[in-house]
Nanobody, 122 residues
């Protein structure tokens, strides 16, 4: 059983940066692919980025490509999402997820964090 706890969210002005962290415990973190999803008010949760368990491959949603970077430190059991050039439309609750499949699909992930709020003001 893997437990995930996100942190690093907050309020930032458009054009600013934030780095989200997701700390894992209770399982073999290094063997899980990790992803970030987000859910804006009134919208469905959507895929943001994914990284393989080795860290060797990443994939991004078109909406964040070139602005966001996903990375992981298996020694610290932590995955990160560096968010630059933030836009008001990036406002959402951001969730990290862990699973055995390298996927953009929510259903492929077995474990989820509680989420962290990111608010970007214009």
């Amino acid at each position: 059983q893997v437990q995930l706890v996100e942190s690093g969210g907050g309020l930032v002005q458009a054009g600013g940066s934030l780095r989200l962290s997701c700390a894992a415990s209770g399982g073999i973190f290094s063997k899980h692919n990790m992803a970030w999803f987000r859910q804006a008010p009134g919208k469905e949760r959507e895929f943001v980025a994914v990284i393989t368990w080795t860290g060797g491959s990443t994939y991004y949603a078109d909406s964040v490509k070139g602005r966001f970077t996903i990375s992981r430190d298996n020694a610290k059991n932590t995955v990160y999402l560096q968010m630059n050039s933030l836009k008001p439309e990036d406002t959402a609750v951001y969730y990290c997820a862990a699973g055995p499949i390298y996927s953009r699909t929510q259903g492929q992930y077995d474990y989820w964090g509680q989420g962290t709020q990111v608010t970007v003001s214009s």
